[in-house]
Nanobody
Framework: QVQLVESGGGLVQPGGSLRLSCAAS????????MGWYRQGPGQQRELVAS???????NYADSVKGRFTISRDNAKNTVYLQMSSLKPEDTAVYYC????????????????WGQGTQVTVSS
């Protein structure tokens, strides 16, 4: 069974930095893309950043120049380096992986982590 385990959230002051990590484990044949989404209070879940196994990267306009996504394919791990954090970045951050499990008949689908809270406040 595939699991995504996130770490690195917490409380940080405006202007500060945090680094999130997400490791995928289980019987995985191939991971096509990994990414980070966030959901603030009373808001819909939105894409923050994504990266394909070929290295193609996409950022939300609101985080361009402040956040950096990276990936270690050998470790099935994706990272999100967040800098110059703002109070509006406060949200639960979710990891997502688009992958195929290593089992007969498995199709390509998305998996979610449990979420990690990021709070930006003075």
């Amino acid at each position: 069974q595939v699991q995504l385990v996130e770490s690195g959230g917490g409380l940080v002051q405006p202007g500060g930095s945090l680094r999130l990590s997400c490791a995928a484990s289980g019987s995985i044949l191939n991971i096509y893309a990994m990414g980070w989404y966030r959901q603030g209070p009373g808001q819909q879940r939105e894409l923050v950043a994504s990266i394909t196994n070929g290295g193609r990267i996409n950022y939300a306009d609101s985080v361009k120049g402040r956040f950096t996504i990276s990936r270690d394919n050998a470790k099935n791990t994706v990272y999100l380096q967040m800098s110059s954090l703002k109070p509006e970045d406060t949200a639960v951050y979710y990891c997502n992986a688009d992958l195929v499990e290593l089992r007969p008949g498995a199709g390509r689908r998305g998996y979610w982590g449990q979420g990690t809270q990021v709070t930006v406040s003075s």
